[in-house]
């Protein structure tokens, strides 16, 4: 089955620098890479996603790049704020039901 | 995110017990999931649903029953706690359909099994 790797698993960065957040997939197959953002006690929360057919999406002050032939996407938060201190977690997916997910990056935005 | 309930929130049984964590979603999403959250390891899929009356095994099923006779309700049964089952569980839905998309995870619950 598919397996998720993501790096680095802690990030500290100050206020107002780009957060970088990356993963690889081990399925070629795998078409849908969405990220989730999980602050402490609460659920995770889908913020952005990205198909295969696509290298690259933005939206406001993040982005995500894939790269197939590499097997590897990144999430890049720029101008980062405190309120984005949170764990993010990866995801790759052939069908619905077999979304595997990466460990987790907790990222500390230091004011 | 009202869409997706899970109940109850926090609970403590002991080893051996039998317990079923609740989960209902108003959106009639085709697809519900269950995960367990252990630090360390992300999310993990014990089961899920691709609809009314089908369900089938994840990552980690051992030890876990599910039912799905409505498209809204997706319980899941711990028949004999274990400890190795504390853990926080989280219930999701998506839309379905051809190719994969989004899912939409409840608030959680945290059980801890002494």
């Known amino acids: 089955g598919e397996n998720v790797e993501q790096h680095p698993s802690t990030l500290s960065v100050q206020e107002g620098d780009s957060a970088v957040i990356k993963c690889t997939y081990s399925d070629s197959a795998s078409n849908y890479f969405p990220w989730y953002k999980q602050e402490l006690g609460k659920r995770p929360q889908l913020i952005i996603d990205?198909?295969?057919?696509?290298g690259e999406k933005k939206d406001q002050r993040i982005a995500v790049t894939l790269n197939k032939t590499a097997k590897h996407f990144s999430l890049h938060i720029t101008e980062t704020q405190p309120e984005d201190s949170a764990v993010y977690f990866c995801?790759?997916?052939?069908?619905?039901?077999?979304?595997?997910f990466g460990a987790g990056t907790r990222l500390t935005v230091k004011p | 995110d009202a869409g997706i309930t899970q109940s109850p929130r926090y609970k403590i049984t002991e080893t051996g017990r039998q317990v079923t964590l609740m989960c209902h979603q108003t959106w009639s999403h085709s697809y519900m999931f269950w995960y367990r959250q252990d630090l360390g390891h992300g999310l993990r899929l014990i089961y899920y649903?691709?609809?009314?009356?089908?369900?089938d095994k994840g990552e980690v099923p051992d030890g876990y029953v599910v039912s799905r006779s409505k498209t809204e309700n997706f319980p899941l049964t711990l028949e004999s706690a274990t400890r190795s089952q504390t853990s926080v569980y989280f219930c999701?839905?998506?839309?379905?359909?051809?190719?994969?998309?989004?899912?939409?995870f409840g608030p959680g619950t945290r059980l801890l099994v002494l």
């Open positions: 995801a790759a997916s052939i069908r619905n039901n077999d979304m595997r």
């Open positions: 990205i198909r295969s057919n696509v």
């Open positions: 649903s691709a609809a009314a009356d089908i369900t």
């Open positions: 999701a839905s998506s839309e379905g359909g051809g190719l994969p998309g989004g899912q939409y």
